[in-house]
């Protein structure tokens, strides 16, 4: 009893967080998932990389394990939801989703709870990771809401099974908004919507619409539209011709993977969910490797990254810079690498070479 | 969607589809030919057949200029009954001809014809109703890499098999409520049954190992689940054969790190189109692989990935090679395996020379140029010829 109480006190002491805490002294406090499987190891990678580069971020952990809440509906504990709505950024690690569980997948609760309607992937060659694809340099925005992933589906008689698309106005004017407005923000020349028209003339049209509407309120920057199979055979043959792609759901999870695999795969590619409300969850798209978790073995390349994007959102370019090239020399030089970079180092020790970089940088 | 409407729905749907029989796949099957018992179109005119030929719009009319001109100048014994498709015109009498005309030759050749997606969705794609009229409902892609054409990956040898009539093309959308839209993609066992059995017929003529179906039902449970479970019902019935599946996301993934791994691929009609515009891509772009659409009664051949190249119509820089070996797929299903394997013979001889490589593979030839060297290699080997 006394361990209950004293960790009674010391959790209400670490829960009474006003909100003047976010700011004090310029440090952002950020909430950090760890995940599951490789998740904590990689995520404590990050932490030291962010404490060698001195990076002014505070982290707040918090578990995302789906709870029963009041009317049975499936939501995230409320400790992080209050964290993730105070903080507004947060960083996360792979979630497994355990199969007949009764829930829904992690990734889907967390993106209703927030309405994570952007998913954002900039997808960068990296030197001294080679793939058959050099100079590629291109950023997939994909609508993460509504498309084909709606969930909607019936069975009209035996053996036929119909599935809806489902396409909004507002939800592509969103999309499409941002779209530029990311362009806009980050010096990208074009922004090219991939699209399926010329069949899908309402749904997709609609879409085409909201994206050209927005196009005449962002002159400065270019936009162009293409089918999706021509953008699949050109991206293939030529990926330097594309800057921003901009598409509902179905398009965007088969292209941001073409493009994830173009540059190297899931092991080195961040990635962003961009909510209502100011809220911006990065993550790290690959799985939670279960047979590798516990042993050192994990690359924290696509985290680290995802936490570099972060960085970059919230305006601490310097910091951003500075952690990114220390990644990339590391990769570059190819002495410490994980094994999955073709090399046969610890994640530890991958850490530290990061961490050196930058401490010889200053 | 409501229960009232969703009940409303299936009941405007349920007369589209006929009531399934009880015994499913194995009197699905016994509904087929299979292409063991195939008869060609019979060669009724003095030993010659007529197909039919729709130029479509871009690049197309100047290819099939250069497909008759090689077959005449190869003696092939097949008269082209040319139908031309307006795709500016919003009736559908042209479309209507033409399938009407691929009905009586049972074969046909297709440049693709343009779709102006701006245009209301009353004006439906006039390939894609082709298509589904004709229930052309498998279309095949073999991707090659092909030596002498400089790609990424070397060794690709993929052969894509897409359910071409149903799934997310069955242009069934609706706007219940405004600024809503909604497009149905229908999934039936029927037709997923069928595909799978074409795949795993084709893989078995063509002695390939392993047949992939590629997915998304980890999401789509429904609908790409029960394609999944057709296929695997299928499969059942072809031991030797390896079956695997993949959800389309990793495909992609994997087809741009290690496109060696693939043999032969089924999938509903939306990855179809992905993934066989990334094979084709993989190996050299949309001027070097050929496509074909077949259907229980017809068949229709036209490049694999469907362009019209409207930027480079009418400059004599399009690739004819894509074009051309779609007419020698067309001579194969004549049963005119001579003249096929002659004019591809020296298609393939023609790509192994760079310096005629037209401006997509990075060189400089000319169409034309490129046609009169084809030309040129079946002369110097070819049985006989006839020069204008």
Request: net charge positive; hydrophobic share 35%; aromatic share 6%.
């Amino acid at each position: 009893t006394a361990n209950a109480q004293l960790s009674r006190v010391v959790g209400a002491a670490k829960n009474e967080t006003p909100q003047s805490r976010t700011f004090i002294r310029g440090i952002q406090t950020v909430t950090l998932i760890p995940g599951d499987g490789i998740g904590p190891e990689i995520s404590n990678a990050v932490m030291k990389i962010f404490e060698a580069a001195k990076a002014p971020i505070r982290w707040e952990e918090r578990n995302v394990t789906a709870i029963r809440g009041p009317g049975g509906k499936w939501m995230i504990p409320p400790d992080a939801k209050e964290s993730m709505d105070k903080n507004k950024i947060g960083l996360k690690g792979p979630l497994k989703t355990p199969i007949a569980a009764g829930h829904p997948s992690m990734n889907l609760l967390l993106r209703k709870t927030f309405d994570l309607y952007a998913n954002v992937r900039p997808c960068v060659s990296i030197e001294g990771y080679q793939t058959p694809y050099t100079d590629v340099n291109l950023v997939t925005i994909r609508e993460n809401t509504e498309g084909e992933y709606s969930g909607i589906e019936h069975v009209i008689v035996d053996g036929v099974v119909q599935s809806i698309k489902l396409i909004t106005e507002q939800a592509s004017k969103r999309i499409a908004e941002y779209a530029f407005e990311y362009a806009r923000n980050n010096q990208r020349a074009s922004v090219t919507a991939v699209h399926k028209a010329n069949i899908m003339r309402m749904s997709d049209g609609l879409f085409l619409r909201k994206c050209r509407e927005a196009a005449e309120k962002y002159k400065d920057v270019k936009f162009t539209e293409m089918y999706l199979d021509t953008v699949c055979l050109n991206m293939v043959q030529d990926p330097t011709q594309f800057d921003v792609l901009v598409m509902p759901n179905l398009y965007g999870d088969i292209l941001s993977d073409l493009c994830a695999g173009l540059i190297g795969g899931l092991g080195v590619t961040p990635s962003g969910n961009i909510g209502a409300n100011g809220v911006a969850i990065f993550e790290s798209v690959h799985g939670t490797a279960p047979d590798i978790a516990g042993k050192d073995l994990a690359n924290p390349t696509a985290l680290l990254l995802s936490a570099v994007m972060m960085l970059r959102h919230m305006g601490l370019h310097g910091h951003a810079k500075k952690i990114e090239t220390a990644c990339f020399d590391t990769i570059r030089d190819r002495k410490v690498l994980t094994k999955d970079l073709g090399g046969n180092s610890k994640c530890s020790e991958f850490t530290e070479a990061i961490c050196q970089r930058m401490k010889d940088m200053d | 969607m409501t229960t009232r409407s969703v009940r409303a729905l299936s009941g405007a749907l349920k007369p589209l589809f006929s009531p399934r029989s009880p015994q499913g796949y194995v009197v699905a099957v016994c509904h087929q030919t299979h292409k063991s018992t195939y008869t060609a179109p019979p060669a009724r005119y003095g030993g010659r057949h007529t197909v039919t030929l729709i130029p479509g719009d871009g690049i197309g009319p100047e290819l099939a200029k250069h497909v008759c001109e090689l077959f005449r100048f190869c003696c092939v014994p097949v008269d082209f009954e040319v139908v031309n498709v307006d795709s500016t015109e919003t009736s559908e009498d042209d479309i209507n001809n033409a399938i009407m005309a691929i009905r009586r030759n049972g074969v046909a050749l297709k440049g693709n014809i343009e779709t102006n997606h701006n245009l209301p969705p009353s004006y439906k794609s006039r390939n894609s109703l082709l298509r589904t009229t004709l229930d052309l409902y498998a279309s095949v892609m073999h991707c090659q890499s092909l030596p002498g054409v400089r790609t990424q990956h070397r060794n690709i040898d993929i052969i894509t098999i897409r359910e071409n009539t149903e799934g997310e093309y069955s242009s069934l959308e609706h706007e219940n409520v405004p600024g809503v839209v909604e497009s149905l993609k229908i999934i039936t066992r029927t037709k997923s049954l069928r595909i799978a059995d074409y795949a795993f017929r084709t893989a078995r003529e063509k002695g390939r190992r392993r047949v992939t179906a590629v997915h998304k039902a980890n999401i789509m449970k429904l609908g790409d689940g029960l394609f999944l479970e057709c296929c695997k019902e299928v499969a059942s019935g072809y031991p030797e054969i390896t079956f695997d599946s993949m959800i389309v996301d990793n495909t992609t993934m994997q087809l741009v790190s290690r496109p060696q791994q693939f043999d032969v691929m089924v999938m509903p009609n939306l990855y179809g189109n992905v993934v066989s515009n990334v094979c084709a891509g993989l190996v050299g772009g949309p001027g070097l692989v050929p496509g074909a659409n077949y259907g229980e009664n017809y068949a229709v051949f036209e490049t694999g990935t469907r362009n019209t190249g409207k930027s480079i119509a009418n400059r004599n820089t399009a690739n004819p090679t894509a074009m051309l070996l779609a007419s020698c797929l067309l001579l194969d299903h004549l049963k005119l395996h001579g003249y096929a394997s002659m004019i591809r013979k020296a298609i393939l001889s023609t790509i192994t020379d760079s310096r005629l490589h037209t401006a997509d593979l990075g060189g400089k030839g000319s169409t034309s140029e490129m046609v009169q060297s084809i030309m040129d290699a079946i002369q110097s080997t070819g049985p006989r010829t006839q020069r204008h």
